[in-house]
């Protein structure tokens, strides 16, 4: 069956520190992946989107790698504040053609400072 | 632009009721669906739309129906709400699908089945 997972549920790092939250995905061939952050009480928000032939993504203190050998992504946040204190979403589509986006369950990330 | 917009904010319902969640976007988007979002599951959809007139079911579609009269609105139907309905429900929207296209989702709505 199809199933995406992260890593933790819950991640505690330092300020300054880099955060790396995984996303790891068995049975979907996707042709794109995307990060959501959600804070509490409100709802998700969009970070990032790499492609299946991209192996790289960055965006300010944010680093996206897709390893579709692996099946896995990660997600980076370099310099980390508490500010980035969210719960951070993985979701896949389930290849070319599809109009179904499937999440992974999030990990909440806490800064401590 | 107001973005996604859903209504209401909270909801108390007792199981067989009915009601209808709204859901309307001002960005033009082809796309909407709805998810629920539980403790320990996830976001899961539920609905979704490609466009006017035309909507499927996602993962978990029982119990809840959908219709899509306009670009703009894309209502959520429970029929007889029961207790295992309690979730908060999102939806959200994008310019033509999933695949490279940001999913913009609205605040939410919280609703309990008594």
């Known amino acids: 069956s199809q199933k995406i997972e992260q890593n933790s549920e819950a991640l505690n790092i330092q300020e300054g520190k880099t955060a790396t939250l995984t996303c790891n995905y068995t049975?979907?061939?996707?042709?794109?992946l995307q990060w959501y952050r959600q804070d509490p009480g409100r709802g998700p928000v969009f970070l990032l989107l790499?492609?299946?032939?991209?192996k790289e993504k960055r965006k300010e203190r944010l680093k996206v790698t897709f390893d579709t050998t692996l099946k896995q992504s990660l997600f980076h946040i370099t310099a980390s504040q508490p500010a980035d204190s969210a719960t951070y979403l993985c979701a896949l589509d389930s290849g070319a053609g599809s109009y179904q986006l499937t999440f992974g369950k999030g990990t909440k990330l806490s800064v401590i400072p | 632009n107001a973005g996604v917009t859903q209504t209401p904010k909270f909801q108390v319902l007792k199981t067989g009721q009915s009601m209808t969640l709204q859901c309307a976007q001002d960005?033009?988007?082809?796309?909407m669906s709805w998810y629920r979002q539980d403790p320990g599951m996830g976001l899961r959809l539920i609905h979704y739309?490609?466009?006017?007139?035309?909507?499927d079911q996602g993962e978990v579609p029982n119990g809840y129906n959908v219709s899509r009269s306009t670009t703009e609105d894309f209502p959520l139907r429970l029929l007889s709400a029961a207790p295992s309905q309690t979730s908060v429900y999102f939806c959200?929207?994008?310019?033509?699908?999933?695949?490279?296209?940001?999913?913009?989702f609205g605040p939410g709505t919280r609703l309990t089945v008594l």
């Open positions: 049975n979907y061939s996707p042709a794109y």
């Open positions: 960005m033009n988007h082809e796309y």
């Open positions: 739309s490609v466009g006017a007139g035309i909507t």
């Open positions: 790499i492609r299946e032939n991209e």
């Open positions: 959200a929207s994008s310019y033509s699908g999933v695949g490279t296209d940001t999913q913009y």
